[in-house]
């Protein structure tokens, strides 16, 4: 018997090789494992595996083990696999009993529950190319968009059926609905436009003090909010707050087989769910725009009277003198079209997905940059068609 | 295996399942399953962890499209006709595994819903038919609770007194003992047996829980992940004594008829 190479001893871990005439290669296992310490390396058996003089067989010795834990099992499966390489049997007859065990559950697991093929190697071996990632995304993304244009087209037929009186939809949950976007919204909107509407005042009052023309400060403040910013910023907060809301609720009702429970009785979730929360938005949208206009010219009205010295009443009259019916209507509209937007956004992106907590998470997340992608792009639009039609 | 000629031709036939075949995507869960559910019948979907039991129940209520085959209800083929679909969803109660109670909403708006959606009855009416249905899965007096107030074994209850609101045709359990201990497993098991007794209603549950299986199945289906399709059908003592697939006889007996085999 000649005793060789000690291979691991971190601590008190040990792996002793003998070679032994009868038995082929002893594998002492030695000490205390312990998984804190890490996996030992299996390299120096390997190497023994190769050259010339391999054994025919591997047998373990325990006599010296201490304890054990899942480091060992680990070792001693992937001594298993490399012996299995190379056509050595291995007899686990040495090993304590409960890891004996374990290596039995471990092994019959691996022929009874593998996966078929085709999912294996769809989920491991595939490092596509960066032509192939190019067509995989173009793929995805026409697959997104599809998805939109299907849900679309589901919610286009539940408002049909709501005009002819047959969607199932309750009140009850519209006035939940309407409540959750309007009431609840008052007070973050008011803030954020009335600091806005200040802000504009401030930018406006420098440049306009050079001209000595400070009360233009007025028509600035109040066509920008009136045209553009009361609906721009309203719509950006409830896609924050709203859109992200939908997106959550919608898809955590999925993960908990809510929608699953409706659809099984009959009722359709799109009619069900998704059109309160849209009528609410869209209806509470241009009402929201209309008090952050306000809001917004108070704020700038604030702004003249503290800073420039321009009286409430001088600043109304020209507020009134300079903002239209045209300026003023053209910002509800695209409000309510921001508002069709976000609900658009937070339905689609509760619906589509995995049924995951995970899942739930990214929804929102998608729900609320869509929602602002989408403003953005419609707002950019709503200004070549204005002025195209010279509003 | 039970073969189905004309599915009209047998009177007690509830539903009938042709040539199915379930999966996802690219990947084939169950294929070619042919049986059929017998009117009134408690039939019991069983199987190993990952043998596709879910899958088929949700191929069943419409969650799942199949990739062929056809599922039909009395004489509906509910996997093409689409727009009958809802009528016969109205007629069935599914307990899903969680309860799937809305959570949004109060035990009583949970099963009161289907009541005002489907019905005529007037608010006194549905608040009574309410704590009727309430009190016969023991959770009278949780008429306001939410369910994120109730424990899990309670939703459930809760969740079985919403399937049952509008008295259906064809009950489906998910898993109905899953998460309860074995005394309310036991209790939910008597109160399956009375709904069929009492409702007459078509049960089919899917469950791995042997006691369950034993002591409400009339009849079993065994489905096999490694065929991937139904390898037994029949009651689940005439399967124990009958059946010479070792895969069946390892599930009916818990693995113990692996030893039994091993010793002389
Ligand atoms: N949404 C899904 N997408 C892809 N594969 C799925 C999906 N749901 C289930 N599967 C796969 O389908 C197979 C059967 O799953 P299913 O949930 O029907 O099993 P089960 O018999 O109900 O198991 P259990 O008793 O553990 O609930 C599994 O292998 C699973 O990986
Ligand atoms: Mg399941």
């Known amino acids: 018997m000649t005793v060789t190479s000690v291979l691991?001893?971190?601590n008190t871990r040990?792996?002793?090789?003998?070679?032994?005439?009868?038995?082929g290669l002893v594998v002492s296992l030695k000490g205390r494992w312990r998984i804190g310490r890490g996996l030992p390396s299996v390299e120096g058996i390997t190497d023994r595996l190769k050259d010339d003089s391999r054994p025919e067989k591997i047998v373990f010795d325990t006599t010296g083990l201490e304890s054990w834990d899942t480091s060992l099992l680990a070792f001693v499966v992937r001594l298993i696999g490399i012996c299995r390489?190379?056509?050595?049997?291995?007899?686990?007859?040495?090993?304590?009993q409960g890891l004996k065990r374990l290596l039995e559950l471990v092994e019959s697991d691996e022929d009874r529950s593998a996966p078929n093929e085709e999912t294996v190697s769809k989920k491991t071996e595939f490092h596509p190319s960066l032509l192939e990632r190019v067509g995989l995304r173009a793929l995805g993304f026409y697959a997104t968009w599809t998805s939109l244009l299907e849900f679309i087209g589901q919610v286009s037929i539940a408002f049909a059926k709501l005009l002819l009186g047959k969607a199932r939809m309750r009140f009850s949950?519209?006035?939940?609905?309407?409540y959750g976007c309007s009431a609840r919204a008052l007070g973050i909107v008011s803030l954020i436009s009335f600091l806005v509407g200040t802000i504009l005042a401030f930018m406006g009052a420098v440049q306009l003090q050079q001209f000595g023309a400070t009360i233009y400060v007025a028509d600035l403040v109040g066509i920008g909010i009136a045209r553009d910013m009361g609906a721009m910023m309203t719509a950006i907060i409830m896609a924050g707050r709203t859109g992200a809301a939908y997106a959550a609720e919608l898809g955590t009702m999925r993960v908990a087989e809510e929608i699953d429970a409706l659809q099984t009785m009959g009722i359709a979730p799109i009619e069900f769910l998704v059109l309160p929360r849209f009528i609410a938005l869209v209806v509470m949208m241009p009402l929201l725009c209309l008090y952050a206009d306000f809001l917004g010219m108070v704020g700038g009205a604030s702004v003249a009277a503290g800073v420039l010295g321009i009286s409430f009443r001088a600043y109304f009259h020209r507020t009134a003198a300079a903002v239209t019916l045209g300026s003023m209507l053209g910002g509800l509209v695209k409000a309510t079209v921001y508002g069709v937007l976000i609900a658009l956004a937070g339905c689609w992106r509760g619906f589509q997905g995995e049924a995951s907590s995970a899942a739930v998470g990214s929804a929102t997340t998608a729900a609320v940059v869509d929602a602002i992608v989408w403003i953005v792009v419609a707002c950019g639009m709503f200004a070549f068609i204005f002025r195209i039609l010279n509003i | 295996m039970e073969r189905n000629?004309?599915?009209?031709a047998a009177r007690s036939d509830h539903i009938v399942v042709r040539n199915l075949s379930l999966?996802?995507?690219?990947?084939?869960?169950?294929?070619?399953?042919?049986?059929s559910i017998r009117r009134g019948e408690i039939f019991v979907i069983m199987g190993g962890s990952g043998s596709g039991k879910s899958t088929l129940l949700r191929a069943l209520i419409g969650l799942v499209e199949p990739l062929a085959g056809e599922i039909f209800y009395g004489d509906l083929n509910f996997t093409t006709a689409l727009e009958e679909r809802e009528r016969v969803l109205r007629r069935i109660g599914v307990l899903y595994q969680g309860g799937a109670l809305w959570s949004s909403m109060t035990l009583a708006e949970n099963v009161g819903l289907p009541l005002a959606e489907f019905t005529d009855l007037g608010p006194d009416e549905i608040r009574e038919i309410?704590?009727?249905k309430l009190a016969l899965v023991g959770l009278k007096g949780f008429e306001d609770f939410y369910p994120n107030e109730l424990s899990g074994g309670m939703r459930k209850r809760g969740g079985l007194a919403r399937a049952i609101a509008l008295d259906p045709e064809v009950l489906f359990f998910d898993e109905p003992s899953s998460g309860l201990d074995p005394v309310s497993a036991r209790l939910l098991d008597d109160l399956i047996l009375e709904l069929r007794a009492s409702l007459g209603a078509t049960i089919i549950v899917v469950t791995h829980d042997l006691a369950s299986i034993f002591a409400i199945a009339d009849r079993a289906l065994f489905l096999d992940p490694e065929r991937k399709t139904a390898t037994a059908l029949g009651h689940p003592k005439e399967l124990l004594a009958n059946s010479t697939d070792p895969k069946l006889r390892l599930f009916l007996t818990r693995g113990e008829a692996a030893n039994e085999e091993a010793k002389p």
């Not at chain 1, 390489?85 to 304590?96: A, D, K, N, S």
């Not at chain 1, 949950?173 to 309407?178: G, K, M, P, T």
């Not at chain 2, 000629?5 to 009209?8: A, F, L, V, Y």
């Open chain 2, 5 to 8: 000629g004309k599915h009209s």
């Open chain 1, 173 to 178: 949950d519209l006035v939940v609905q309407v």
């Open chain 1, 85 to 96: 390489q190379h056509g050595i049997r291995v007899e686990t007859e040495g090993l304590p």
């Open chain 2, 130 to 132: 309410v704590s009727l």
């Open chain 2, 23 to 35: 999966g996802y995507g690219e990947r084939l869960i169950l294929q070619d399953l042919n049986f």
């Open chain 1, 14 to 23: 040990q792996v002793e090789i003998t070679r032994d005439a009868s038995l």
């Open chain 1, 8 to 10: 691991s001893s971190a």
